[in-house]
């Protein structure tokens, strides 16, 4: 041809180049597979994670409930709870405010999250410390300082995404050029100096709750959940150290999709392995009368009269 026109960005050229076609508009739907089973996973953890602070509510004067610090639980489970529901604003056809909404949940209930591991771990170690009344450890334990974590990490995280919406937040945004024939509609990031300033923040607070668990985790077995916590937070580091490789070699619906799954699998690992040990006992031996039964795999006997 002796002159050619190029087509507009929501349009391409076919094959035979004679003429410009529209071009589909793609996003992670919850009518496509890939999302109605990330929508459906999130749901059914959600309702699970519902139902065993149900069963923590209902059995909440047992021993295995009350042992370090019933309250800890309870809000770590509907923090859990938000973090399964969370993702759910990832899928869907992006707008403002689901790209507003994004960084903010996200970066709040995990933090709310992890701090909240980090206060039961704490308390179990400032626990094992009160050996002698009158002592610095005995007061920090009574007067519940451990539970100031969680405001105090909370407020940083929200701090962060407050300069974050405040310079440059996420928008929407179309991206031509990953599919051929296809706009994918996507949550830019703004800025990405933020975005892995409130990862990095988060990510080093998830750190720290893991090396402070480590160590934690020969203490007597009555109150060993540290190895549990440990454990939890092992899961959580590896799933986040994988998911950014990941994030940076994939593009469009692929990359939210990978977004979503790391949300999910990290908030599964942290209820699977706190909490499934907990609802074993709770559920399966009920009449377990004390945590050294339940870490020395014996049940409690009642004495017979003779």
Known sequence: MDQCVKCPDHQ????ERSQCLQRAVTFLDYQDPLGMALACTALCFSVLTAAILGVFVRHQHTPIVKANNRALSYI???SLTFCFLCSLLFIGRPNTATCTLQPIAFGLVFSVAVSTILAKTVTVILAFKVTAPGRRMRQLLVSGAPNFIIPS??????????????????????????????????C?????????????????????TFMVAFLARKLPDTFNEAKFLTFSMLVFCSVWLTFLPVHHSTKGKVMVAVEVFSILASSAGLLGCIFAPK???????PHSCSLRGFRDKTLCRSHKPS
Not at 12 to 15: F, Q
């Open 12 to 15: 391409y050229a076919n094959t």
């Open 76 to 78: 770590l489970l509907i």
């Open 153 to 186: 990490c909370s407020l940083i995280q929200l701090t962060l995404c407050g300069i974050w919406l405040g310079t440059f937040p996420p928008f929407v945004d179309s991206d031509t050029h990953s599919e051929h024939g296809h706009i994918i509609i996507t």
């Open 188 to 208: 830019n990031k703004g800025s990405v100096t933020a975005f892995y300033c409130g990862l990095g923040s988060l990510g080093s607070l998830a750190l720290g």
């Open 279 to 285: 609802c074993y006992v709770i559920l399966l031996k």
